[in-house]
């Protein structure tokens, strides 16, 4: 994949039966929004019972049949958090970890070092985490950590740290594809377009992922002159 060109979202998930968990971040074409997606997919019957509420500035993921929850754990957590002037979004509770690091004065690096991928072997699902940072210029940093073997001895920790681009942004998921186990993200954060409607983002996304394994998507965009921000959210489980 050439670092340097940009990639039809759409077009890099469509055919993929299980990209897992995605993350996006960047600006919109015109250069006036910020834009963040978040998407989950998945496999069990565990996973699939999830949607994703709006708590004021927060997302947050809730069981659709309280009834079915087997290990509440990895499934149920805030995605999405607001602090300051940043902006947090992540697949796991290291969102609060990550919330709890700044609001001490300590950097999205320092809150990280003290998390490590998810512990459900054999999988070892990556923890992907992304954070915001509203200025005179938009900036945002990912990260993922993930297992540095296959026996989940060690965690491996990678962050990106991005200034915004008009048009661009940087697209983070856990998984490859499906297998067993799952073969977890290489490489970069890949860079795709983002145009400056923001029903046309959501249905790119939501419309090319996996139908039988597609769970929830929420996109935000934020008007970076006056703060103000436009949300969508689709929930499977109604």
């Not at 186990?181 to 939501?206: C, H, Q, S, Y």
């Amino acid at each position: 994949m050439n670092v340097y060109q940009t990639y039809d979202i759409g077009e890099l998930i469509n055919g993929n039966p299980y990209v897992g968990r995605g993350i996006v971040i960047g600006k919109t074409e015109d250069g006036t929004k910020a834009a963040v997606a978040y998407f989950i997919m998945g496999r069990s019957e565990n996973s699939r019972n999830r949607v994703f509420i709006e708590n004021g500035d927060e997302v947050i993921i809730h069981p659709f049949d309280a009834s079915k929850v087997e290990d509440p754990s990895l499934i149920i957590y805030s995605p999405i958090r607001k602090i300051e002037n940043k902006l947090i979004v992540t697949n796991g509770d290291q969102t609060d970890t990550i919330y709890d690091f700044i609001a001490d004065g300590k950097s999205f690096e320092d809150a990280l070092e003290t998390r490590q991928f998810e512990p459900d072997k054999p999988n070892w699902t990556p923890r992907i985490s992304g954070m915001l940072t509203f200025g005179d210029k938009l900036t945002y940093k990912m990260s993922i950590l993930k297992s540095a073997d296959i026996e989940g001895s060690e965690c491996s920790r990678y962050t990106f740290s991005y200034n915004s681009l008009n048009g661009i942004g940087h697209f983070i998921h856990t998984y490859v594809t499906d297998g067993n186990p799952i073969p977890t993200f290489m490489g970069e954060p890949e860079r795709v377009a983002v145009p400056n409607d923001i029903d046309e983002f959501l249905n790119k996304i939501w419309n090319n992922l996996n139908e039988q394994n597609k769970i929830s998507i929420y996109v935000r965009y934020i008007d970076l002159a006056t703060g103000e921000s436009e949300n969508r959210m689709i929930n499977k489980n109604k």
